[in-house]
T-cell receptor, first 115, second 115 residues
Framework: EAGVTQFPSHSVIEKGQTVTLRCDPI?????LYWYRRVMGKEIKFLLH????????ESGMPNNRFLAERTGGTYSTLKVQPAELEDSGVYFC?????????????FGEGSRLTVL | AQSVTQLGSHVSVSEGALVLLRCNYS??????LFWYVQYPNQGLQLLLK??????LVKGINDFEAEFKKSETSFHLTKPSAHMSDAAEYFC?????????????FGGGTRVLVKP
């Protein structure tokens, strides 16, 4: 069974440009999460989808970040326009619905470098 | 609000020696607690979790952690370090929601194993 996959693994862009990160969760997982780790800091929650609905987007830094999950399958996270402070590793995770304290399965992350 | 503090961003241990990684949490409700590990170039992988059953939790690769409510701690131990344990370890607490869980992470502890 395929795990959580993320694309691209690394992206280098200039300030002001746009980047779109993609996450394919484990098949059948209704919950999809985005997290971010800025260098030297802790991993922080960005948002949570249940199927195609945003359950919690309290961690989104500002309106330059847009997450979608059309059809309740894969998700994209777009940053437009990118700023220097957006650099970091963006992790996607998925879990089964009503998982309670169940395991989140993480992808390898997409490293974003904004120059 | 929940928070997690991991004491020591870097820990160096000798092969065969005890591994001890410290984690203290703050939570206004009974917590669910997790330890995740990230090996180089991989995603985060669940080591073990505490879900209000036994306070001593055993995980993969001979790791275990003990939940101590009075100390608000969930320290991770392994009796004998192996070279393959070199990785970054993250302690996390969850805020339960009806359809999944949202993790609050500590800053991570990178473990170096010396031969």
């Amino acid at each position: 069974e395929a795990g959580v996959t993320q694309f691209p693994s690394h992206s280098v862009i200039e300030k002001g440009q746009t980047v779109t990160l993609r996450c394919d969760p484990i098949s059948g997982h209704d919950n999809l999460y985005w997290y971010r780790r800025v260098m030297g800091k802790e991993i922080k929650f960005l948002l949570h989808f249940v199927k195609e609905s945003k359950q919690d987007e309290s961690g989104m830094p500002n309106n330059r970040f847009l997450a979608e999950r059309t059809g309740g399958t894969y998700s994209t996270l777009k940053v437009q326009p990118a700023e220097l402070e957006d650099s970091g590793v963006y992790f996607c995770a998925s879990s089964q619905r009503f998982s309670g304290a169940g395991e989140l399965f993480f992808g390898e992350g997409s490293r974003l470098t904004v120059l | 609000a929940q928070s997690v503090t991991q004491l020591g961003s870097h820990v160096s241990v000798s092969e065969g020696a005890l591994v001890l990684l410290r984690c203290n949490y703050s939570s206004s409700v009974p917590p669910y607690l997790f330890w995740y590990v990230q090996y180089p170039n991989q995603g985060l992988q669940l080591l073990l979790k505490y879900t209000s059953a036994a306070t001593l939790v055993k995980g993969i690769n001979d790791f275990e952690a003990e939940f101590k409510k009075s100390e608000t701690s969930f320290h991770l131990t392994k009796p004998s370090a192996h070279m393959s344990d070199a990785a970054e370890y993250f302690c996390a607490v969850s805020a339960l929601k009806a359809a999944g869980n949202k993790l609050t992470f500590g800053g991570g502890t990178r473990v170096l194993v010396k031969p």
